[in-house]
C-alpha cells in the first residue's frame, strides 16, 4: 500500500463520528443502604435516542434519612455536580459530546 493511500486511509478513520457519550445517574441499594452511581453511557449506534451502560465512574454512598429529606450540604451538592460536568467535559474534549 502506497504512503497516499495509507494516509487517506487514516484521515478517514480520523474524520469518522466518534460515538457520543453521557453520563448516567442512577440511584442503587447497596448493602443496607443507598449509593447514587455515575457510570459512563455510550450512544447506541444509528439509534440517536438509545443509550447502553459503559462503565462505572464513580459512586458515592448517601444516607437514605438524608435523601428522602433532600437534606445536603452545599458543599457535597457542589462536589457531586462538578464530578459530572468534569465527566462531560473530558467527552466533550475527546469529541465524544456535541
Given amino acids: ?23 448516567l445517574v442512577q440511584l442503587v441499594v447497596q448493602g443496607s443502604g443507598l449509593a447514587l452511581s455515575l457510570d459512563d453511557a455510550v450512544q447506541v449506534h444509528g439509534q440517536s435516542g438509545t443509550w447502553k ?4 465512574f464513580t459512586s458515592k454512598l448517601i444516607d437514605e434519612g438524608a435523601f428522602d429529606r433532600l437534606d445536603f450540604d452545599e458543599k457535597g451538592l457542589a462536589d457531586f455536580g462538578y464530578y459530572v460536568l ?10 465524544e459530546a456535541p
Fill in 1 to 23: 500500500m502506497s504512503g497516499i493511500q495509507v494516509g487517506a486511509l487514516v484521515e478517514r478513520e480520523m474524520n469518522k463520528e466518534r460515538a457520543k457519550r453521557a453520563v
Fill in 53 to 56: 451502560q459503559a462503565e462505572l
Fill in 86 to 95: 468534569a465527566r462531560l467535559h473530558a467527552f466533550k474534549a475527546m469529541g
